[in-house]
């Protein structure tokens, strides 16, 4: 290839890769990212000389001060991990209540505030005396939280009904977490305890002090799951046929393919030694994985009972009606700024409505 022609098949591929949105994108964020430490640098660059050095003596004293908070941090999952002690014989009943192993007594069945649950309160097709325990209680929750619902199919469905308890177990050194998935006897795989294991730390980066946050999940691994034979809902064997060249003849040719799955979970991305050679996607992938884990741990374990009767997202739906970016401008809203010349352009439809009470 002449060195003109090689010239211009680098220009077009360089072309193209600018008009990529994912290598767009990532070209915009780093020149942004040059720009404000270029008129951060600017603005230190015009200060005297003692201002700069008394900067610089507070970035000590607020690494110093990072240095404590890490600390706090650290005490704060060694107070986790002693509460979590005092947790465990509850959410062992808990289980026990699901499972159909434990029934509660009267007395605990009887919420405050409320009446007592009476025969003739329950409707005739609720009336089987012979259910055991709660069925489908992990499953439920599934459903009805939406962070799990979307990472769920429906032939997972089957398989998390044999689900009977999610919990954290916490490692003896170390600031990490263990989910552990308990699973009844079933038909799918082998297995009746899947884990899924997170690696924190709570150490400031020296060279890098701004970003530090509180503890961050620095790893994940999961487990192996064996499953029993055509039942591995993770992967589809799809056939295809093939035709020899000049022959005529073909031949069925299988190929194994990803499926999704929840149990894919416990299959995460490898985290690469070298924080550099992490791209876009599996940051996404890390990222996700990280928020699901965290999410399942803080809300899902400790609160599971308000996830299966749909009472948490019913109030965390509440909530998110209630917010600003919920309204649209109106034409009632532009006649009322009219009539009153005491509200101003930028107060919401809350304050609006509350000056017509004052005014009647």
């Known amino acids: 290839?002449?060195?003109?022609?090689?010239?211009?098949?680098?220009?077009?591929?360089?072309?193209?890769?600018?008009?990529?949105?994912?290598?767009?994108?990532?070209?915009?964020?780093?020149?942004?990212?040059?720009?404000?430490?270029?008129?951060?640098?600017?603005?230190?660059?015009?200060?005297?000389?003692?201002?700069?050095?008394?900067?610089?003596?507070?970035?000590?004293?607020?690494?110093?001060?990072?240095?404590?908070?890490?600390?706090?941090?650290?005490?704060?999952?060694?107070?986790?991990?002693?509460?979590?002690?005092?947790?465990?014989?509850?959410?062992?009943?808990?289980?026990?209540?699901?499972?159909?192993?434990?029934?509660?007594?009267?007395?605990?069945?009887?919420?405050?505030?409320?009446?007592?649950?009476?025969?003739?309160?329950?409707?005739?097709?609720?009336?089987?005396?012979?259910?055991?325990?709660?069925?489908?209680?992990?499953?439920?929750?599934?459903?009805?939280?939406?962070?799990?619902?979307?990472?769920?199919?429906?032939?997972?469905?089957?398989?998390?009904?044999?689900?009977?308890?999610?919990?954290?177990?916490?490692?003896?050194?170390?600031?990490?977490?263990?989910?552990?998935?308990?699973?009844?006897?079933?038909?799918?795989?082998?297995?009746?305890?899947?884990?899924?294991?997170?690696?924190?730390?709570?150490?400031p980066d020296e060279l890098d002090p701004v970003a530090f946050d509180g503890p961050e999940i620095i790893g994940s691994t999961g487990c192996e799951i064996h499953w029993k034979k055509g039942m591995n809902v993770t992967h589809k064997v799809v056939k295809k046929k093939q035709k020899l060249k000049g022959k005529g003849e073909t031949r069925i040719v299988q190929k194994v393919i990803k499926e999704d799955s929840f149990f894919n979970f416990f299959n995460p991305p490898d985290m690469p030694g070298d924080e550099e050679s992490i791209d876009e996607e599996l940051e996404a992938l890390l990222t996700t994985d990280f928020e699901i884990g965290q999410y399942i741990r803080e809300r899902i374990i400790p609160k599971a009972i308000w996830y299966y009767t749909n009472e948490v997202n019913e109030l965390e739906s509440e909530l998110g009606d209630d917010s600003e970016d919920d309204y649209s401008d109106t034409s009632d809203y532009d006649e009322e700024l009219e009539k009153n010349e005491n509200i101003v352009a930028n107060e919401t439809v809350t304050n609006v409505q509350n000056e017509e009470c004052k005014q009647q």
């Not at 999952?77 to 009943?93: C, F, R």
């Not at 439920?140 to 999610?166: R, S």
Request: proline share 5%.
């Open 1 to 203: 290839m002449s060195t003109e022609v090689k010239g211009e098949t680098e220009e077009i591929e360089n072309i193209n890769a600018i008009q990529d949105p994912n290598t767009l994108a990532a070209l915009q964020e780093k020149l942004g990212n040059m720009s404000l430490k270029k008129e951060t640098d600017d603005i230190l660059a015009a200060l005297p000389l003692p201002v700069r050095k008394r900067i610089n003596a507070i970035k000590n004293i607020q690494l110093q001060t990072t240095q404590i908070e890490a600390e706090f941090f650290e005490k704060v999952h060694e107070l986790e991990v002693e509460y979590a002690k005092k947790y465990e014989p509850l959410y062992n009943k808990r289980k026990g209540i699901v499972v159909g192993e434990v029934e509660p007594a009267d007395s605990e069945c009887v919420i405050p505030g409320e009446e007592e649950l009476k025969e003739e309160t329950i409707d005739n097709d609720a009336k089987d005396q012979d259910v055991k325990g709660i069925p489908n209680f992990w499953l439920t929750i599934f459903k009805n939280t939406e962070i799990l619902c979307e990472m769920t199919q429906e032939h997972d469905h089957p398989i998390l009904a044999h689900l009977v308890d999610i919990r954290v177990s916490f490692p003896e050194t170390g600031m990490g977490f263990v989910l552990v998935f308990e699973f009844s006897e079933n038909p799918y795989f082998e297995e009746k305890i899947l884990t899924k294991t997170y690696d924190m730390k709570s150490e």
